[in-house]
């Protein structure tokens, strides 16, 4: 992975957030994920005595099914690096191996303060979420934004987007992005619905609205997508 720049001068604060997927899935990609966040950092931050710039701060969220771990934003690269998982946590083959993007994204917003300051989120995951904290309200959708579509389908969510998620309650089979793949007692990876919205199908609503909240608040996110050829 190469990360390309060349440096500049800003008056302006910058503070960056990378949300970390750290699931079973990416057990052959957490060295390339860690390789790319450094070499994101060095980009931005050349300097390799004191290690900082005062004017840009990182923060790290690293995610699975719950977070696995965060660091608060420091001017100091190191700091991040030194925290870089080195391999995925826990039971890879286990549910606590799901990929809860919505999660960590929320997370991720949590670590901004009120400096005034340019803020990104950089996400890194190699693939689909597998389940969200259920969506607890929903409203319309921020004007000018897209509907969201539903998974395998044309059909989309309207004018819906989540907007509350429960801080206990989480929903999905952890290795699926469809709800309702499962029958039985599993009553927390099937379809449901809030108030007046049509029927949650997938983990990917709660995401993608999450990511419109981050955006939302003057905040931009970019993806890493780890694990392809190109």
Known sequence: IKVQGKKTTTSQKVDIVFVLDNSASMQGNVSKANDAIRNFMKVLVPDLITNTNPDIRFGLVVYGTNIRSTKNLTSNKNTISDALPDKVAGDPYSFY???????????????????????YIVLLTDGVPTV??????????????????????????????????????????????????????????QKYTVNSAPEIEDNGFAAISQGRIIRKAGIEIFGIAMGLND
């Open 132 to 189: 969200h904290q259920k969506i607890t309200s929903v409203g319309p959708l921020y004007q000018g934004d897209p509907s969201i579509n539903k998974y395998g389908s044309t059909d989309n969510y309207g004018t819906y987007m989540a907007t509350d998620f429960s801080s206990n309650s989480r929903w999905g089979s952890g290795s699926n992005y469809k709800l309702g793949q499962y029958t039985g007692a599993f009553s927390d990876r």
């Open 97 to 119: 191996g799901a990929t809860n993007t919505q999660l960590g994204l929320q997370k991720g917003q949590s670590l901004f303060d009120s400096v005034n300051s340019k803020k």
